[in-house]
């Protein structure tokens, strides 16, 4: 009998050592398989596939090995860097008749990218966003809201299949650390092949309970979305999880999808829908009008001159020109964005939402943060007095309740 214990451990270790290869391979097999088909029309070679694919796999296999080991699953836990902040307040740069003070929600934030991958991979999506912790970091973000007297933000956290773990691993940190500033919603790679599929999804809201409050940004005018209607079999599975688990969904929907909108909104009377974009404007009033469920923010076409979507093509690209144009023209665009939004939103004044859309690096720097700041709280000091706490963060408060309560 004595005998038969060490064989039985000998042969469990076996196992586990095969099964470890033959896990691997298959990984890596996966992997490659997946790699071809999302960089397909790329025409990226087989030598840049292959290093691509070992990337994943290395990153992928160290994510499951610390999870089979029971160590810490988190790739970045722990190491949030400590950024110093000068929270003086600017100084404001041009003069407005009245200036809103309060507090702020922004309920349009797409957080720097929480995992790594090679930007051949994620060319489809069209996004170059920075690494979180390498090239912006949580500390500044926290800084900059502190600096801009803005209480939280929605904050958009992609979270592409072949790397939840990683993308996730760093969220419980950044809210140990700064508890409530940063509210997560569950964003989809817009990259096909990366794209979470409903069970997925669902997977990873139940194995981090309550930690995401919103589902999005789907932007269906862009990578893998573009082309897809909103009540596409495979987005309604979405709005039902988002319905099981609470979720606020954010889309921006595409050109001539008004249809598709209201059938979504019609069928899901318990989710509630923040859509953004200018794609929606022509009747973007009449739906926030008819469907209780309907919420709306402008964010970054308050930085813009709407009739030319100049300044809104350089806050997707360079900073010293954005810059630069937004200070040449930032009574005009106060202006515009007053004479088109006020009417609408002191129409339906608990719909509307403040929000900035920042996402690339220099969007979180201090002298960009301090323009955009500048406009919004001038834009919100022209609205009716009922109007502005709602627009500027109340109404924000108000769906985030109603993700606790439901
Ligand atoms: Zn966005």
Redesign the pocket.
């Known amino acids: 009998m004595k005998k038969i214990i060490p064989i039985i451990i000998v042969s469990v270790i076996l196992v586990l050592i095969v099964g470890y290869f033959v896990f691997d391979y298959s990984v890596k097999k996966i992997t490659e398989r997946e790699v071809k088909r999302i960089t397909q029309t790329d025409r990226v070679t087989q030598g840049e596939i292959d290093r691509i694919a070992d990337d994943i796999v290395k990153q992928r296999t160290e994510e499951i090995t610390r999870q089979i080991l029971g160590g810490e699953s988190e790739t970045g836990a722990g190491k949030l860097k400590e950024v110093e902040c000068d929270k003086t307040p600017t100084q404001r740069q041009f003069s407005s008749d009245s200036y809103y003070t309060g507090p702020l929600i922004d309920a349009?934030l797409?957080m720097p990218f929480t995992f790594e991958v090679p930007k051949a991979i994620y060319a489809e999506a069209d996004w170059d966003a920075p690494i979180l912790e390498k090239e912006v970091f949580a500390g500044d973000i926290i800084c900059a809201f502190d600096k801009e007297k803005i209480s939280s933000a929605f904050g958009?956290y992609v979270v592409p299949n072949l790397l939840k773990g990683q993308a996730v691993g760093i969220l419980p940190e950044i809210e140990r650390q700064h508890k409530g500033r940063i509210i997560p919603f569950l964003m989809p790679a817009h990259v096909s092949g990366l794209d979470l599929k409903p069970n997925e999804a669902e997977e990873v809201l139940n194995s981090n309970k309550g930690m995401f409050k919103g589902f999005g940004?789907i932007?269906f005018y862009k990578g893998s979305f573009k082309g897809i209607r909103p009540d596409d079999p495979s987005l309604l599975e979405i709005y039902k999880i988002a319905g099981r688990h609470n979720l606020i969904v954010m889309i921006?929907p595409d050109n001539n999808q008004k249809q598709a909108i209201e059938k979504i909104l019609k069928e899901n009377p318990n989710v509630k829908f923040l859509f953004?974009?200018e794609n929606m404007w022509p009747w973007v009033d009449e739906i926030i009008g008819a469907y209780p469920n309907a919420y709306y923010s402008i964010?970054?076409n308050l930085f813009d001159l709407p009739n030319e979507h100049t300044i809104a093509n350089i806050y997707d690209s360079e900073k010293e020109e954005f810059v630069s144009e937004f200070k040449g023209s930032f009574g005009r665009i106060l202006q515009v964005n007053i004479e088109i939004w006020k009417p609408r939103i002191e129409k339906h004044p608990d719909k509307y939402l403040w929000g900035t859309?920042r996402?690339y690096g220099w969007h979180f720097d201090a002298d960009v943060g301090a323009l955009l700041e500048e406009i919004s709280r001038s834009f919100i000091g022209q609205l009716n007095p009922e109007a502005q706490e709602k627009f500027a963060y109340k109404n924000a408060e108000m769906l985030l309740e109603s993700t606790r309560n439901q």
Request: net charge negative; hydrophobic share 25%; proline share 0%.
């Open positions: 349009h797409h958009f940004e932007a921006h953004h974009g964010d970054a859309d996402g």
